[in-house]
Nanobody, 126 residues
Framework: QVRLVESGGGLVQAGVSLRLSCAAS????????MGWFRQAPGNEREFVAS????????WYADSVRGRFTISRDNAKNTVYLQMNSLKPEDTAVYYC???????????????????WGQGTQVTVSS
């Protein structure tokens, strides 16, 4: 079974940086595209960033482009989300997601992902 575990969330002030990690285990290897989503209270889950299986292609939501960077270390089965210049509106639970093996391309819709982590809370105070 596939398991995704996020870490790195916390309570921070606006303007600082955080790095989220997503450790993957089980039948999930470097052939999967990965993504990050977030959900704030009262809002739907929204796309944040995606990375293809090799790490050579990334895609971002307009709201985070230029501030967030997604990356992966396939040797460690880990995906990262570096978040810089955090804003209060970035406050949300952040979820890591993976596509089925061999679905290698980036994707922006939650329905295109097949495995999900439990989420990690990020709270940005003003």
């Amino acid at each position: 079974q596939v398991r995704l575990v996020e870490s790195g969330g916390g309570l921070v002030q606006a303007g600082v940086s955080l790095r989220l990690s997503c450790a993957a285990s089980g039948r999930i290897m470097s052939s999967n595209a990965m993504g990050w989503f977030r959900q704030a209270p009262g809002n739907e889950r929204e796309f944040v960033a995606s990375i293809n299986s090799s790490g050579g292609t990334t895609w971002y939501a307009d709201s985070v482009r230029g501030r967030f960077t997604i990356s992966r270390d396939n040797a460690k089965n880990t995906v990262y989300l570096q978040m810089n210049s955090l804003k209060p509106e970035d406050t949300a639970v952040y979820y890591c997601a993976a596509r089925y093996p061999l679905r290698t391309t980036v994707a922006v819709r939650a329905s295109e992902y097949d495995y999900w982590g439990q989420g990690t809370q990020v709270t940005v105070s003003s």
